[in-house]
């Protein structure tokens, strides 16, 4: 590479030789005409080489960074099938070398299966470097093709008295720019898309993230370096398509039929409220972003621990948005923090400030290495009598399984000690993600729960000892009743089921400061105690920070 920049650098500095090739002014006859064409041919054929050279330069560049990507993509299913006690053939068939020895015989049929699961990752994550390694033959051999063919560019239609070797350079340098292979199609399972992210370079998951934000911003199993980057992109797309929204429904208001005086019509003002009710929807929305904005421009030279990470952004209905402290790709300690009933992208900072406060927890109770990710990556329950049902948390519990798998996919290194948290709906969220997808954590915290689809938490899929859980003595879960709504059906379901406070749930139960009480001096639960579990001196805090960083609360 060092031998060819330094002939096409020679070659480019031969611009200003070639201005001063023209036909001598007033020189004329067959002679003039014949340097005129030979000064042409030239000019052309430096055009053409120069082209050529960058092109050359180029692709050789872009394969070599290409190779080392698909290089990665190998090195990485080697080393998850050697820890998995596997073995990759140079034909690239998948060998199961066999389970560890010590299974016990009740736990074998949960082991096979998981063995299964594995070695379905580690043929995918082989197919994908053969895609990649392939897709890189066929762009480099295109280039080359061109190249040796004489078909980088057509010099002879370009203007010869304004000629510019650097433009030819340019368009040659275009050409042998190689393609990125297309990610798995929209879907795919985190271990899809991380098999396809292992077979990049960085400088192709950052140019990737920077041209095709769409195509990064959303997925897991893609590291949060690069979605952070596409998705600060996908942010401003928000807020430029809901000003435009806004604008035009502030436009149906003002245009809105009235009466002589300039009021509305009695048999309009339904209509009238409804497009009241949207703007005030569409402007909480855009003050959600804005303070979300506001949050995620830090110095540049922020900790990689302290830093925030856009992993989610999505402005349509309530709004969605995953926001993570600490890089989670690279912490020992990641927890996911799921919000409940009313949380939307309006009242966002609120739900981020309740996962700083835990970081902060986490980090001062020894868990130096920590993230913390504040996740509303689903349509919350609007309405304490919408918190009744099971619809949101069925809803939402896919996205939050394959949240779950995209973290543990792209951690780097040992794997991490990942937690959910939950609050009011988002612990009926996170339990039926639990016992109907598997959760992959290691830890639940159920803070304030109204029930989480299960009677006992063994049914959870994990050790019952890892399941943790506080409510406040006047939090006023305590005396709201949470029947289902009917179902399609018509028919109405079981409740949320019980508490996993309550002794008989078999879980673990951390203390929490009693909380505001309401209507003093009765002493009756209030709705604030139901907010309080953040407070800084509130013992729930503590305990939860203790167990995001790994301790016992």
Known sequence: MGALNAVYNKTIALSDDLRDLNTPHGWSGEAATAAAGKVNQIIDSLEEHAAELAAGRRSFGDTGDAITGVMHGVREAEALAAAQHFTIGDDGVVVDNGPPAGI??????????ERQ???AELRERVDQVVRSATDVDADFSLVLDKILSGHTIDAAANDNEHTSLAGAGNAGDALGSLTIPAPPPEGATAAQNAAYWATLSEAQRTRLATDRPELVGPRDGFSAKQRDIANRVLIGREQTTLRHDRDELQRKIDNFPRTGGGEIKLNDQRDFDALKSQLAALDGKLHGLDQLNQRLNQPADTPENQKYYLLGIDGREDGKAIVAKGNPDTAANVA???PGTTADLATFGDELNRGDAMHREAVESGGKSTSVITWLGY?????????????????GKKALDGFQDGLRESHEGTPSHNTA????YGTTLIGHAARDEKLAVDDLVLIASPGVGVDHASQLNMPRDHVFSTTADKDVIHVTNFPRLPGGDGMPGDPLGPSPTDPEFGGRTFRSAPGTTAAAPLDLPSVAAHGEYWQQNNPALRSTGKIIAGQQP
């Open 104 to 113: 016990r015989t009740d736990q074998q049929e949960a082991v096979a299966r």
């Open 117 to 119: 699961k594995i070695a």
């Open 421 to 424: 948290v939950g609050h009011s």
């Open 379 to 395: 349509d919350a329950p609007d309405t304490l009598l919408n918190a009744g049902s099971e619809s949101y948390a069925d809803n």
């Open 336 to 338: 996911t923090y799921v």
